[in-house]
C-alpha cells in the first residue's frame, strides 16, 4: 500500500482516538473519580462482570459512570447467570440508575454455564434485553483467536450474533480483545467487512501498564506476547521492570486503516487494568501531540 503523509496519518490517528472507550471493574469507581475530569464527556465506560463481583457492586459501578456524565455499558456474562430471574434482576437493578441502553453481552470464564445460557447468543434470543430498555449490545470479536475456541467457530458466533441483534432490532458494536500486533488486527477486520458485517468495530488494546502485567494478561487470554509481537508494539522483553503505553500500536493501526477504506467505522477501546487516569491522560495528550 502506498504511504501516506505525516498530516494524513495524524488525522488517521486522531479519528482513530475519537471517541474511544474505556473498561473498568465494580472495583474501580475511586480511580473513575479520581480520572473523571480527564475523561471526555460521554465516554462509553465498559464495567466488568466478575466472578468475585456482586450485583450491588456492578450497579453501584455502572451508576457511577452514568453520575459522572458518562455512558456505562455493564457486561452481562452468559455462563456466569445462574437462572433467567438473576438476568431480570441485574437488568431491573441497572435500570433503576440508567444503564441499560448499553450492555455488553459474553459468554464468560466459566467452562460449565451456571444456568440456562451456554452463550452471549441465548441472551440475546432470549428477547429479554429489550424489555429493559436496551437498545445497543456489544459483541466481542477475537483478531488473534482464542485460547479455548476454534477460529471456524469464532467466526460463526460473530456473524450469528449480528444476524440476531438485526432481527432483534438492536444496534450492535463489535468490542475485540485486546491485542499488540497490527497484522492480525487488520487483516481480521478486512475479513469482517468482508462477510458484510458493517458494524462499529472497536479495537481494544492496553492503557499504559508494566510490561510484566501486559505480557501476563496476553499469555492468561492467549494473544499473541512473543518477542517479535511485543517488539512491535514498542517495548522490550529484557526491560520487564518498565512500563508501556499504546502509542506505536495505535498509530501504526491508524496509518493502515487509512489506507483502507473498506474498514469502515473503527475506534479504540482501552483495558485500564486499574489505571483509568493513565489511561485517560495518555489520549488526552496523544490527542493533543497531533491536534
Keep these: 500500500m502506498a504511504q501516506t503523509s505525516p498530516a494524513a496519518n495524524d488525522a488517521a490517528s486522531l479519528r482513530l482516538v475519537d471517541g474511544y472507550s474505556l473498561e473498568m471493574t465494580g472495583k474501580d469507581v475511586p480511580g473513575l473519580e479520581e480520572a473523571r475530569g480527564v475523561i471526555p464527556a460521554g465516554t462509553k465506560i465498559n464495567v466488568t462482570f466478575l466472578g468475585n463481583e456482586d450485583l450491588q457492586m ?17 457486561h452481562i456474562s452468559a455462563r456466569r447467570l445462574s437462572s433467567q430471574a438473576q438476568l431480570e434482576e441485574f437488568l431491573a437493578a441497572l435500570q433503576e440508575v440508567g444503564a441499560t441502553e448499553h450492555v455488553f453481552a459474553v459468554g464468560g470464564d466459566p467452562a460449565e454455564p451456571e444456568g440456562p445460557y451456554p452463550d452471549s447468543l441465548s441472551v440475546i434470543r432470549s428477547g429479554i434485553l429489550q424489555q429493559y430498555g436496551v437498545k445497543e449490545v456489544s459483541i466481542a470479536g477475537y483478531p488473534e483467536g482464542h485460547p479455548d475456541i476454534p477460529t471456524d467457530v469464532l467466526w460463526r ?119 483509568l487516569l493513565a489511561t485517560s491522560q495518555w489520549a488526552r495528550d496523544y490527542v493533543a501531540a497531533r491536534s
Design 58 to 74: 456492578r450497579v453501584a459501578a455502572a451508576k457511577a459512570v452514568k453520575d459522572f456524565g458518562f455512558t456505562p455499558v455493564p
Design 157 to 275: 458466533h460473530l456473524e450469528d450474533k449480528s444476524r440476531a441483534l438485526t432481527e432483534q432490532g438492536l444496534d450492535a458494536v463489535i468490542l475485540t480483545q485486546f491485542a499488540f500486533d497490527t497484522d492480525p488486527v487488520t487483516s481480521w477486520i478486512r475479513t469482517v467487512r468482508e462477510k458484510g458485517i458493517d458494524t462499529e468495530i472497536r479495537i481494544g488494546t492496553p492503557g499504559p501498564a508494566g510490561i510484566k502485567r501486559l505480557i501476563g494478561f496476553a499469555r492468561r487470554f492467549g494473544v499473541g506476547a512473543n518477542a517479535m509481537i511485543v517488539k512491535k508494539y514498542g517495548f522490550s522483553l529484557t526491560n520487564l521492570m518498565g512500563t508501556a503505553g499504546p502509542d506505536r500500536f495505535v498509530t501504526d493501526l491508524a496509518a493502515l486503516l487509512a489506507q483502507d477504506p473498506s474498514s469502515g467505522n473503527v475506534r479504540l477501546h482501552f483495558y485500564t487494568f486499574g489505571g
